[in-house]
């Protein structure tokens, strides 16, 4: 297979479980050299559209190609692809040479060029000196460095992960994530990558594909998606936001949105005027002096955490989650405050 040609297409794929739709006419592209993630929560078809990638699950209807070959009727070991699951799948009575080798091995590599070629994908990933150990005596991050090393020394047209780093704790997750995009950019590794985890998806992505219920929601960069979500669902979905209904009024001066008998200028580009949803950024409301702002509140509760103090803040409009990245003092209980935004760190959504 000629691995320069165009990474993966997915030409309108769709899956049925009998009666069940889990994957509806779904189209996407990825690049050679790009690693797009698919994003949502359980059951919105995500790990299928994986599964059908890896030729896991057979296609009721579609086509999948895979450096311009379509691959639809291919048995998953005549695809080109590697997989790392979410359970690493590492063989326990293996050590981890043996683990390494047994893809090459398996597709009758003499044992001197596998274990070559494992030796220096262990290395790679900073997993010299390990090669005799079992699984049972390294670390969560080792192991799936190992299972990495796995798919890698296949050298595959496409490399899919699916959730890689649910197993592991908080801060092990962040610093494997940045493992695996340093790795996926310094080779030019095509990759797809299966999670629910937002702020895992925002990190490693070049793109991003969130689905909902079989279907594409919206796809674009990490910054497209945070910053200019299409609808109240992904606003919601990827990362924090305060959600307020109201009404949008469209005028030559501008747009303004009402909600809970209070107006504000927001930038509202192509919205018709009426039933709206304002998404707010925690971020990017401010806490001001009682009387100034925006709206007029009252703390409700604060929790210090470090780097942030995050508000909740009763106003006309609600509820409204604040974080303030500047004070490092949290105000009192009941303590008045104005809330400020600024007219364009608002998204105004049709509802």
């Known amino acids: 297979m000629d691995k320069s040609s165009d990474g993966v297409v997915f030409d309108r794929v769709t899956k049925r479980y009998g009666d069940v739709l889990a994957v509806d006419d ?3 592209r990825v690049e050679t050299g790009e690693l797009v993630t698919l994003l949502g929560p359980s059951g919105c ?8 990638v890896a030729g896991l699950e057979p296609v009721s209807r579609g086509r999948i190609l895979i450096g311009g070959q379509d691959v639809t009727l291919r048995a998953a070991n005549e695809r080109d692809v590697s997989m790392v699951f979410q359970s690493y799948a590492l063989f326990p009575h293996m050590t981890v040479l043996e683990n390494v080798c047994y893809g090459p091995l398996s597709m009758r590599t003499n044992k001197g060029k596998a274990r070559e070629l494992a030796h220096a994908k262990l290395a790679m990933l900073g997993l010299a000196g390990l090669e005799q150990r079992l699984p049972s005596e390294l670390s969560g991050g080792q192991q799936q460095r190992v299972a990495v090393a796995r ?24 610093r494997v994530r940045q493992e695996i995009r340093e790795l996926q950019q310094s080779l030019a590794l095509t990759v797809i990558y299966v999670t629910h985890d937002q702020e895992e998806a925002l990190a490693v992505s070049d793109n991003i594909i969130v689905m909902e219920s079989g279907r594409i929601a919206q796809q674009g960069t990490p910054q497209e998606l945070y910053e200019t979500p299409a609808s109240r669902f992904l606003a919601d979905f990827i990362g924090d936001a305060n959600l307020i209904d109201g009404e949008l009024a469209v005028a030559p001066a501008g747009a303004t949105f009402t909600a809970g008998g209070v107006s504000a200028a927001v930038r509202a580009d192509g919205v018709a005027p009426g039933p709206a949803t304002l998404a707010v950024r925690p971020h990017r409301l401010r806490l001001v002096a009682a009387g100034q702002g925006t709206l007029p509140g009252a703390c409700m509760r604060a929790a210090y955490l ?20 500047e004070a490092r003092t949290p105000r009192g209980r009941d303590e008045p405050v ?14």
């Not at 078809?45 to 059908?52: A, E, F, Q, V």
């Not at 780097?307 to 990245?325: H, Q």
């Open 151 to 174: 798919s890698l020394v296949l050298e595959p047209a496409v490399l899919l992960f699916d959730e890689p780093l649910s197993n592991l704790d908080a801060k092990l997750r962040r």
């Open 306 to 325: 470090g780097s942030r103090i995050e508000y909740v803040v009763a106003t006309p409009w609600g509820e409204l989650l604040v974080f303030d990245t």
């Open 26 to 28: 779904v189209s996407f």
């Open 338 to 351: 104005g809330v400020t935004f600024d007219p364009d760190a608002a998204i105004v959504l049709r509802r």
């Open 45 to 52: 078809g995500k790990t299928t559209t994986l599964r059908m």
